[in-house]
């Protein structure tokens, strides 16, 4: 137990705790699969292919900066003449730290889209989606300070004995999640969606010690947005995210303003948008209470069936002495191949 102990202290010492390790995109609209696996195949395309790029923390970790990528391609199948099969896979990987705390995941997920109002041009589904994957997580135990190394006067000898012996330095683990999707598009302009997602369902062991448990905790989701017309070619686009994962919690919200520059009204067809929008993240210091995490500032460009997107998180909490306000910088990349299958307004533009 004491070795366990220590483990597990130094690693929250790198920044990272072993049962909080969940990868987090502040673009989460542009990461439809991470976020719910009720989204797969949710798109008025027929495939939509996805990547994601987060480095975080470079101004105060230098080389050893936390990166998150990820990758994921979903298509829809129709069923009868309104309904929709969805199918996905993912893959992600998360490097956190001087020890190289990394977790690598492919996953797939299945999603059924159910009509349950609406008509050609105004709609109304309910989604119930699920996802099981496999990860591996790993950790370089060679450069990890022990305190064996330690003389007490304080000098480090690395080559003085360790404990990394004892442990593991990598695991696989399965992992199951579920979620659910209600969207109502009112016209091509105009739409909201609200879902809720369960992830690690079944609490996979997360130890590198041959010892006792240590669980990955489930994760709890609740997602909403939507695209609101306030104006011929301009639109609010809201959007919220809560994540409740054992005793932490994290909300991020906010709103982007778009603006339609080209035309096609949505059809694909010389279509071209634009975006801004500020956006916060609040979380919890779990025996200090509620904190301001981050402001953060996105753009995202559409132009036809591709979209890019980049957002830059400020650093507002505690931190920022250290980080000079400087938090993650994201880039993603989305791109629908479309077919001749079209039956009027399908889900809102994700």
């Given at each position: 137990m004491k070795f366990k102990h220590l483990l597990i202290c130094l690693l929250l010492i790198c920044g990272f705790s072993m049962n909080a390790q969940d990868i987090h995109f502040s673009q989460f609209y542009l990461?439809?699969?991470?976020?719910?696996?009720?989204?797969?195949?949710v798109m008025n395309c027929n495939v939509r292919v996805v990547a994601n790029y987060r480095n975080q923390w470079s101004s105060v970790l230098k080389s050893n900066a936390y990166s998150t990528y990820s990758a994921s391609y979903d298509q829809k199948i129709?069923?009868?003449?309104?309904?929709?099969?969805?199918?996905?896979a993912t893959l992600w990987g998360d490097v956190a730290g001087e020890a190289n705390f990394a977790t690598r995941t492919g996953k797939l997920s299945a999603s059924y889209a159910k009509r349950m109002a609406g008509g050609r041009n105004e709609a109304h589904y309910l989604v119930l989606g699920a996802e099981l994957g496999l990860s591996q997580r790993s950790l370089d135990f060679s450069r990890l300070k022990w305190g064996t190394q330690h003389d007490g006067q304080g000098q480090h000898n690395p080559n003085a004995s360790?404990?990394?012996?004892?442990?593991d330095d990598q695991f696989l683990f399965a992992d199951m999640s579920a979620g659910l999707l209600w969207f109502s598009v009112f016209d091509e302009n105009n739409n909201l969606f609200i879902g809720a997602a369960y992830h690690h369902l079944n609490r996979a062991d997360q130890t590198f010690y041959d010892g006792p448990r240590e669980d990955l905790y489930s994760r709890f989701t609740i997602h909403a947005g939507g695209e609101f017309e306030i104006a011929p070619r301009i639109g609010l686009v809201p959007g919220v995210i809560t994540m409740f994962q054992g005793p932490s919690f994290q909300v991020n919200s906010g709103t982007s303003i778009k603006f339609v520059l080209g035309s096609g009204n949505g059809n694909f067809s010389n279509f071209q948008a634009f975006q801004v929008g500020t956006w916060v993240r609040v979380s919890n210091k779990v025996e200090t209470g509620v904190l301001t995490d981050a402001v953060i500032v996105s753009t995202r460009f559409d132009y036809n069936q591709f979209s890019i997107g980049f957002s830059y998180d400020l650093n507002v909490s505690a931190l920022q002495p250290a980080s000079s306000n400087n938090g993650a910088f994201e880039f993603a990349l989305l791109y629908k191949f479309c077919g001749n299958e079209r039956r009027g307004v399908y889900c809102p533009n994700f």
């Amino acid at each position: 137990m004491k070795f366990k102990h220590l483990l597990i202290c130094l690693l929250l010492i790198c920044g990272f705790s072993m049962n909080a390790q969940d990868i987090h995109f502040s673009q989460f609209y542009l990461s439809p699969l991470n976020l719910n696996p009720a989204m797969t195949g949710v798109m008025n395309c027929n495939v939509r292919v996805v990547a994601n790029y987060r480095n975080q923390w470079s101004s105060v970790l230098k080389s050893n900066a936390y990166s998150t990528y990820s990758a994921s391609y979903d298509q829809k199948i129709a069923v009868g003449r309104y309904d929709y099969f969805g199918v996905g896979a993912t893959l992600w990987g998360d490097v956190a730290g001087e020890a190289n705390f990394a977790t690598r995941t492919g996953k797939l997920s299945a999603s059924y889209a159910k009509r349950m109002a609406g008509g050609r041009n105004e709609a109304h589904y309910l989604v119930l989606g699920a996802e099981l994957g496999l990860s591996q997580r790993s950790l370089d135990f060679s450069r990890l300070k022990w305190g064996t190394q330690h003389d007490g006067q304080g000098q480090h000898n690395p080559n003085a004995s360790s404990l990394e012996n004892l442990f593991d330095d990598q695991f696989l683990f399965a992992d199951m999640s579920a979620g659910l999707l209600w969207f109502s598009v009112f016209d091509e302009n105009n739409n909201l969606f609200i879902g809720a997602a369960y992830h690690h369902l079944n609490r996979a062991d997360q130890t590198f010690y041959d010892g006792p448990r240590e669980d990955l905790y489930s994760r709890f989701t609740i997602h909403a947005g939507g695209e609101f017309e306030i104006a011929p070619r301009i639109g609010l686009v809201p959007g919220v995210i809560t994540m409740f994962q054992g005793p932490s919690f994290q909300v991020n919200s906010g709103t982007s303003i778009k603006f339609v520059l080209g035309s096609g009204n949505g059809n694909f067809s010389n279509f071209q948008a634009f975006q801004v929008g500020t956006w916060v993240r609040v979380s919890n210091k779990v025996e200090t209470g509620v904190l301001t995490d981050a402001v953060i500032v996105s753009t995202r460009f559409d132009y036809n069936q591709f979209s890019i997107g980049f957002s830059y998180d400020l650093n507002v909490s505690a931190l920022q002495p250290a980080s000079s306000n400087n938090g993650a910088f994201e880039f993603a990349l989305l791109y629908k191949f479309c077919g001749n299958e079209r039956r009027g307004v399908y889900c809102p533009n994700f």
